[in-house]
């Protein structure tokens, strides 16, 4: 393997995994981002947010990595900045194009810029190769262009980055070549080439699959309310079959993935399975408050468990959880609590004195659960939007439990 220089932009979620699994892999890897603390931080071994593995892969990496609040030339330029949804539901590349003009400024002959942000279809031969070439060098002959996908799940996202399928597309052959030839330096799983609208397209194919499947999975739930039955044991029956997996309903769907990747996918129709999936999936904070209405009076203290999108993660962004508490505070006094979300209220305090305890995001702690630890409640009432704590146990302690889905 030839050593290359690799400027990755953006040290978020994606972008510092994949500049130090690079750095890892043994090339030379400076990480730019705009916020200067974080840089700092990140220098100083701490690292900005928690992912299992995270820490141990710096210490692995650092010799051959450093944080950068100013960009620097190299043979390769990864771009992984945010692409926030707009109010009306567009993809917005505003990060995507200050950094690629910000590498166009510096572009030598024979760089390679690959694309990793999710997008909107064409974006990188639409917005990305044009804004290149105002450098005066031409895509596939003087630097070479391609965007690459990535699959990690937060929460297991080193794991998935090293041994998922990687989908690179090339502006030309050439391209996905060089482009692979990076992620062969840490990526143990397989590689496949294509050109870069089809790996675009790729990343939202799969993360709208999964929330139409999710959708799917809540509408089921809506419809077991009129017949009376446990959705959580129907789905668990029906996925008996050989060729059936249901997801799972609950309160929502959340994060910056899943939610938003769809959008950027949707064209004008408005009878698109899609757009209806995403609504299915917007009602269910609404359709959680409900039922703590139909449960509790007016002016009650509820106590959330769980802000976070998703278990074991800290991340908030889009979190069902978020929506929910808004939409109590109308009409109760609410207290939140999380394991790994910052700037919450500790464990005992949001449950001390409270009229129902309302789990929203499984987190392990959450799955352990033991009545024991909801001593000091009011009321021992507690609804579950995940079906994830141990009803017998809560049942015999005395709880009225009240599982979402369970309309047996
Ligand atoms: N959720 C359900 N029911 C389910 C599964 C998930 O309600 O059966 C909810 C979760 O609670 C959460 C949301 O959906 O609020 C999304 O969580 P997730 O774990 O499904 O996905 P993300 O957003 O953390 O990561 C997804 C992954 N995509 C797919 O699995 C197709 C990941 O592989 C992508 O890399 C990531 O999006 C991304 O960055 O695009």
Redesign the pocket.
Known sequence: MINKKVCVFGLG??GLPTALLIAGGGHDVVGFDLIKEKVDQINSGKMPFKEKGLPELFTLAKDNFRAVNVPERANVFIIAVPTPITEEKKCDLSYVESATKSISSMLEKGNLVILES?VKPKTTMGVVKPLLEESGLKCGEDFFLAYV???????N?IE?MKK?TRIIGGFNEESAVLAKNVYDSFVEGKICLTDCTTAETV?LL??T???A??AL??EFLKISEGLKINVWEAIKLANEHPRVNI?????????????V?PWFLVGDDPKSIIKQSRAI?DS?PAFVVDLVKKNVGIGSIITVLGAS???N?D?VR???AMRVIKLLKDDFQVKVTDPFAKGLLPFSDAVKGSDCVLVI??HDEYRNLLPDLLSEVNQKLIIDT?NCIDKEQFMEAGFNVIILGDYK
Do not use: F, L, Q
């Open positions: 979620y994606i999710t996908s990535e699959k990690a799940i937060p929460g996202t998935e998922n990343k799969e993360n699959y999964r929330d499947n999710i999975a809540n997801h799972s309903p609950g309160p929502g769907v959340g994060g910056h993935c899943i939610a990747d999936n269910m999108y998703k278990p993660v991340d889009g979190s069902p995001t499984d995940r």
